[in-house]
């Protein structure tokens, strides 16, 4: 290719939680002290990482009633631990995952600008939603949100957290001690919005800060998610592993940002995976091997499968056969508080019949293919050049990696990754920059980067309706 | 009740540049930095330097406003805009060791659950020094969040309105269900419920893990929370009160309550009334501290600082008024003063310093050595928790006694 090397984004995530993190492993260590966070993101800035990257879950899930017992639980709340690892970083991003449903926009984007004044503008925001009544029980508002409504919902809400972001004009601080003028308008922060979701007016309490807006990640797959987050995202979390459909998926993205009026290339695309090292290609896969059989216990693998049947297969033998009944749609949930359940459990189920028949999977073979898959498995070579790869050939922009292990996991890819993508240029070896916005090489379009583009509407507030 | 030789203990409020209005022109003030991580990270430091139990960080869902309803006052001569406490706080607890965090929330506007996660993850990162000052809340906040109809309009003509009283009372009581809800979060996980059990194969022990099923008049919350118990198992609850409803309120909820008495006298016949709520909220046997507020400007001559009170109200439209007294004069004067209204039952102070980071200095290097030499202040930490510093033990799990019954009223809801 003629074109220059493309340098890879990369993201460290802590998983921290959940069957992936393995938590028996003599070097498994706190999911919750600081300790733990403060290791993995220092690593992560060792190896000139672009972020780091937290994930949110707001109840424990529960089986039958009961919580879950076998997996990892317990983590801090996201956007504090963000402040406190800003404390003992530099330069690496502080992304959170804070859900659009169980939020509102007034205080969570005071938070994320709050965040980035705390961090010399690294705040960056992992946009989900949710429209579960079953996380709501621990809210005041419940679970109000209707499934269709949740984009409706997530659009409004990033649309008024970026007109609060922008409310303060990047000159609104007079600060003039001789004549006693602090601010230059006494209209700084006014904002004013009436929408479906949200119907709200009076003054944001934040000046603008240093990235004038946070950055936002979202995810997108469905028709009406990939336009969503063409048009608004900054970055997009790719589910896409496989070069062929994430090159597919990669062009329909582009295609969408350019017809949302924006520039090519201004939204990065983002898989997440995990990676296992080895010696040898041999030994990295029986690591593999080992690690995935650790994630998946058999009763892991029935928890696994259970959130698709719908029943309890506490009875099936996680070393025979898939169960050989349909999913129950009409019963109460079995699993409760996981993110996703499939829309359509018998599509799934038929899909899982045929991977295990093809590949003679016993129930737990297949929990593990679908359920503990590490994308990246090989030699420091060899997963350093199937990231560039992946990457020179816009399967995406870079990816967020996280490992089984917390914290130290990632501490063996910076080691031994790190210096062999830098040596080929792909990844940088000194930070250049001082904001994420820098670190992603996607800066804020000249006409929002002194705020003056929306004074005038300032008062008038962003579009009543979302674009639809 | 405290004795009159028991240390004294000090708590600094931090805002903006300071609590008189034109702090922020002083030529020793940061008014430029006032958002920037550095510029809390020297204050709280400072404190820290000076052996104080805690900080506290002012915070509100709205602008600050010299108004008594708290709309916006329009005003561009005094600082406006505010970071979230909660935050700052948490920036500054990994490059500290010992002073106390206490941050503000509003509890109308907030989820007590993402609060209670907020604090007990500010209690990870801080190594136990963990509080919380829970306000009710701001009158500019309910257009701002959009969740609830404002309140009535509140005037000093109509403070005592039934209609007003009614919705004091109310916004109180809403308060307290809400700091009972944060505090049972913190207790929904039993200090060992994390048992990494290899053999069986069970990461928690459930039975240890307890939903807190509170169901209010304003809001229902389940539980558990995601966070574990955090290293103070509570932390501390803290709460500025003026009046009988706001007194009740600490005295059912707090661990310390802010007062605001203008001499000896008030202070005792406040002191009373905070001792009475809580005998009556069953309390009486433990450890609750009423905190004086004072405002304070101080200098070591005496008329220096007085004069510079006079130099700062200049230049106001009117000379500063607040809640808590204003003490203008030498540290040696404050350590008297402190050490007589303890003798009303005063335990300790949350002094606001009208300029930053000059009176702050004052307090840590004039007024904290002043007291330590008279016996009454701490010559080094020697604890590493607020709840240390404070005398308050860590308290077991509300739940953790009630295991056998809790474990089948579970096991009862999962059939």
């Known amino acids: ?468 | 009740m405290m004795s009159e030789t028991d240390p004294l203990h000090l708590a600094v409020a931090l805002d903006g540049a300071g609590w008189h209005p034109a702090a922020w022109r002083e030529p020793s003030a940061r008014p430029r930095e006032l958002f920037s991580p550095g510029y809390w990270l020297d204050l709280v430091t400072e404190a820290e330097r000076g052996l104080l139990d805690f900080v506290t960080f002012e915070d509100a869902l709205a602008l600050q406003s010299s108004r008594l309803d708290g709309t916006p006052d329009d005003r561009v001569d005094q600082v406006r805009g505010r970071l979230d406490a909660v935050l700052i706080a948490a920036r500054v607890a990994p490059l500290t060791s010992r002073v106390g965090l206490v941050p503000t929330t509003s509890a109308l506007s907030t989820e007590p659950f993402h609060v209670s996660k907020a604090i007990a993850t500010l209690d990870f990162t801080s190594g136990g020094r963990a509080g919380w000052r829970v306000q009710v809340g701001r009158a500019g906040e309910t257009t701002h969040l959009g969740r609830r109809p404002p309140g009535p309009p509140l005037r000093a003509d109509n403070l005592a309105s039934p209609e007003v009283q009614a919705y004091i009372t109310e916004s109180f009581d809403e308060t307290a269900d809400h700091v009972e809800v944060v505090r049972r979060l913190w207790d929904s996980w039993e200090d060992d419920a994390e048992i990494r059990d290899v053999a069986t194969g069970r990461f928690v022990d459930r039975d240890r893990l307890h939903y807190i099923d509170f169901e209010g008049r304003w809001f229902s919350v389940r539980g558990p929370s995601i966070t574990p118990r955090p290293p103070q198992g509570q932390p501390v609850v803290t709460a500025l009160a003026h009046a009988t409803i706001p007194y009740r309120l600490a005295a059912r909820a707090a661990d310390i309550v802010y007062v605001t008495p203008h001499d000896a006298d008030q202070a005792r016949a406040i002191v009373s009334e905070v001792r009475d709520e809580q005998d009556r909220a069953g309390r009486a046997g433990e450890t609750l501290h009423v905190f004086a507020d004072l405002l304070v400007v101080l200098d070591d001559d005496a008329n220096a600082a007085r004069q510079r009170l006079r130099r700062l109200d200049d230049l106001l439209d009117a000379p500063l008024r607040s809640d808590a007294a204003i003490i203008a004069g030498s540290p040696a004067e404050l350590a008297d003063l402190l050490l007589d209204w303890q003798a009303a039952g005063i335990t300790g102070y949350r002094l606001r310093p009208a300029v930053l980071p000059d009176d702050l200095e004052a307090i840590t290097r004039g007024l904290a050595p002043e007291l330590t030499r008279r016996g009454r202040f701490r010559a080094a930490y020697d604890t590493t928790t607020l709840r240390g510093h404070l005398g308050l033990p860590r308290p077991a799990s509300r739940y953790a006694t009630r295991r056998d019954a809790t474990t089948s009223r579970i096991e009862a809801a999962a059939r």
Do not use: C
């Open chain 1, 1 to 468: 290719m003629s074109r220059p090397r493309k340098r890879i984004i990369l993201g460290h995530y802590v998983a921290g939680v959940n069957h992936s993190t393995v938590w028996s492993h003599p070097d498994a260590g706190s999911q919750i002290d600081f300790a733990s966070f403060r290791h993995a993101a220092q690593a992560a800035e060792r190896g000139k990482f672009d972020f780091f990257f937290l994930a949110e879950g707001l109840i424990l899930r529960e089986r039958l009633g009961q919580i879950f017992d076998q997996d990892v639980v317990g983590r801090p709340d996201t956007l504090p631990v963000l402040a406190s690892i800003a404390a003992v970083t530099e330069h690496l991003g502080l992304v959170g995952t804070l859900n659009a449903t169980f939020n509102e926009p007034y205080e969570l984007a005071r938070q994320l600008a709050s965040l980035d004044h705390l961090s010399g503008g690294r705040a960056g925001w992992n946009v989900v939603t949710s429209f579960d009544p079953f996380t709501g029980q621990n809210f005041r508002r419940g679970g109000f949100l209707h499934r269709d409504d949740r984009y409706v919902r997530a659009e409004e809400f990033v649309a008024l957290a970026r007109a609060l972001w922008d409310s303060w004009p990047a000159d609104a601080l007079a600060v003039d001690t001789e004549q006693g003028r602090f601010l230059r308008d006494a209209g700084a922060g006014a904002f004013r919005h009436l929408g479906r979701q949200f119907d709200v007016a009076g003054h944001f309490t934040v000046p603008r800060s240093p990235q004038g807006r946070p950055v936002v990640l979202q995810a997108g797959v469905s028709p009406q998610g990939r336009d969503f987050a063409a048009a608004t995202a900054d970055a997009i979390f790719s589910p896409f592993h496989e070069l062929g459909p994430a090159q597919e998926y990669y062009r329909d993205i582009q295609a969408r940002v350019v017809r949302a009026g924006r520039p090519a290339g201004s939204v990065k695309l983002l898989p997440g995976g995990a990676f296992i090292l080895g010696d040898s290609a041999a030994d990295a896969e029986e690591r593999a091997r080992e690690v995935a059989r650790t994630q998946v216990s058999g009763r892991t693998a029935q928890i696994l499968l259970e959130a698709v049947w719908n029943r309890d297969l506490s009875g099936y033998d996680p070393d025979g056969p898939l169960p050989d009944v349909d999913p129950d749609v009409t019963g109460p949930p079995v699993i409760q508080g996981r993110a996703r359940n499939p829309q359509d459990p018998f599509e799934t189920v038929r899909e899982w019949r045929a991977l295990a028949a093809e590949h003679r999977y016993s129930l737990r073979e297949l929990a593990i293919r679908v359920f503990a898959h590490t994308e990246f498995v090989g030699t420091p070579t060899q997963v350093a050049d199937r990231l560039d790869h992946f990457v020179q050939n816009d399967g995406s922009d870079g990816f967020i990696l996280g490992s089984h292990l917390t914290p130290g996991g990632i501490d063996e890819f910076v080691d031994k990754v790190v210096p062999l993508l830098q040596e080929r240029g792909s990844l940088r070896a000194e930070y250049t920059g001082t904001t994420l916005r820098d670190n992603l090489g996607i800066p804020l379009p000249a006409d929002l980067h002194d705020g003056h583009a929306h004074d005038g509407h300032a008062h008038d507030g962003i579009a009543a309706e979302p674009a639809r």
